[in-house]
């Protein structure tokens, strides 16, 4: 079966703290996997893809396919950073998990 | 390119009612995706098409729903009649050639700014 597991719904943290937002898949063939934000009230928008393997805003992702992991991970989370985070798998369409909303206070 | 377009923003009507949700999706995209947004089921997604015609419709919650895809800029997500259970923002994305051969690899799906329903 073709799945996406975000396993926190809520992460908090302080600003300036490392952030970890959890990701697995289940996926049969080679997975395209991608990181999806949305700030408060607009659009969802592209934060990263896995082939790019760029960093955006201070973001990382790395696929890691012995876990079937796609975490997203930033070393200090600024509080602009708040929003709702899903990470993504490709098919022919897209196959959500049910988000991680992250939550930095000053 | 002012990127996938959808109306209205803000739909507000009561029970009973016919709903018609808009969207234009980026020109030259050739997939269309309709999604639902809700705090306790968080992002389904609902039907795609691929050059206007209907892929997968498995996500549409029951009969009351139903899209179209008349031609290659314009889709319509209908709910009749609608019940306040129906309350969510509906989103429209798409994707496809049209933003560049690099980004139809990574297979990028562009959002609409979404609609926000209100069933009463």
């Known amino acids: 079966a073709q799945r996406v597991t975000q396993p926190e719904k809520l992460l908090s943290v302080f600003k300036g703290a490392p952030v970890e937002l959890k990701c697995n898949y289940s996926?049969?063939?080679?997975?395209?996997l991608f990181w999806y934000v949305q700030y408060s009230r607009q659009r969802l928008q592209l934060l990263l893809r896995h082939i790019s393997r760029e960093s955006i805003k201070g973001f990382t992702a790395d696929l890691n396919k012995g876990e079937t992991s796609f975490h997203l991970k930033k070393p200090f989370a600024q509080e602009e950073d708040s929003a709702m985070y899903y990470c993504a798998l490709n098919t022919d369409k897209l196959i959500f998990g049910t988000g991680t909303r992250l939550q930095v206070f000053p | 390119d002012a990127g996938v377009i959808q109306s209205p923003r803000h739909e507000v009507t009561e029970m009973g009612q016919e709903v018609t949700l808009r969207c234009k999706p980026i020109?030259?995209?050739?997939?269309l995706f309709w999604y639902r947004q809700t705090m306790m089921r968080g992002l389904e997604l609902l039907i795609y098409f691929n050059n206007n015609v209907p892929i997968d419709d498995s996500g549409m919650p029951e009969d009351r729903f139903s899209a179209k895809m008349p031609n290659a800029s314009f889709s319509t997500l209908k709910i009749q009649p609608s019940e306040p259970r129906d309350s969510a923002v509906y989103f429209c994305?798409?994707?496809?050639?049209?933003?560049?051969?690099?980004?139809?690899?990574?297979?990028?799906?562009?959002f609409g700014p979404g609609t926000r329903l209100t069933v009463l």
């Open positions: 994305a798409s994707k496809g050639l049209a933003s560049g051969a690099s980004q139809r690899k990574w297979n990028e799906q562009f």
């Open positions: 996926y049969s063939g080679s997975p395209e």
């Open positions: 020109s030259g995209h050739d997939y």
